[in-house]
């Protein structure tokens, strides 16, 4: 069922979305799903937020006339929301949706399929081939266009309401982080560790910005597995390194931060030069790609700042993007600070644009250390960035 602040989040949504299909000359979006408990589609809950058994075809267009071909049994949740016209069926889908676009008669359909957005591509292959054979015949098999640019600028462009959620979940994530450097001792487990942010985040009711098992990271000095690992048994010892890497899901939306520890060895008061410029170099990297990011420059170049800063400071460079785009999940699609790779190729080129919410996340490995690494999770303004909670500017300790 939807919530009033839910309902008011999607009205805003799907009066931005007319505004896009104005602004990208398009008269019609079409996202054409069916039992999206099963494969939901990325962009649903943004335009609807139901849930469908039956095929269904939710069609927006540029002139504010938004229309819903659903099955019988599941419309009374698009009829609660007051936003579509609802048009109900039983035998099938395909004459009330020809019959629909004959009425609107639309230049250009955009359908909700992408090659370079994952966000954008919630279409299946059986269900566009489905959509193929219903339109033959008609005028509008051979106006099918991608809605990849419709639905990077309604998900990256975030609303005001949008913006409150992620800044609440960010600030309840800093919250843990300060529990778990309470909580946390020399020879505790990654284990014993995401066990406690596990039993916290469940009792506080919140949800997990990627799946449970391998959320949050936990790196404990340089033995432990980089990458997106589940939590093993490595412990975590003096003279070494703690890193997390945390998000939750906090009304539907998502933080995704990092942060880094030193555990201080016996007699010591402070990291030792090796730590300690590497803190420096990777903080250093994340304020030259801050500085980098703003409206209108392409993603790649975001990246390249920050790049260059780690290289030049002796260090190679981190096999993965900058920063990536955060909402109603961790990797909320479109646009990436990433390098003109080919695993980046039609996102990396992808202009900033004002109401975007970035993650800034890069490290370095310190041998017999461990890894240093940082995420800051900001909102693109006018004139440049905004942190939506307090950045990591030195390294935290935890002693024995």
Known sequence: MTTDNNLILIQEKVAQATAILNELKVDAWLTFVRETTLQPDPVLALIADVDVTWQTAFI???????????????????????????????????????????????????????????????????????????????????????AEHIIAALRGRKSQAEVARVRQAVATTLHLFDEVEQFVRPGMSQRQIANFVHQRIDEMGLGYAWPKPFNPIVTCGPDSAMGHAAPGDVPLQKGHTLHMDLGIRQNDYCSDLQRMWYVLNDGETAAPPDVQHAFDVVYGAIKAGEAALKPGVPGWQVDAAARQYIVAHGYPEYMHAFGHLLGRVAHDGAVVLAPRWERYTGVCELPVEVGHIFTLELHVVVPGRGMISLEEDVLVTETGVEYLGAPQTALRYISA
């Not at 698009?78 to 035998?91: D, P, S």
């Not at 292959?125 to 959509?131: C, P, V």
């Open 60 to 146: 927006l267009t540029r002139n504010g006339r938004h229309v819903c071909i659903i099955g019988h049994f599941d419309a009374v949740n698009v009829h609660n929301l007051g936003l579509y016209e609802v048009i109900e069926y039983h035998h099938g889908i395909s004459q009330p949706l020809r019959e629909t676009l004959a009425r609107l008669d639309p230049a250009q359909i955009a359908i909700n399929y992408s090659q370079n957005d994952v966000a954008a591509d919630g279409l299946s292959l059986g269900m566009y081939r489905n959509l193929q054979q219903m339109l033959t015949g008609t005028p509008y098999a051979d106006r099918l266009i991608s």
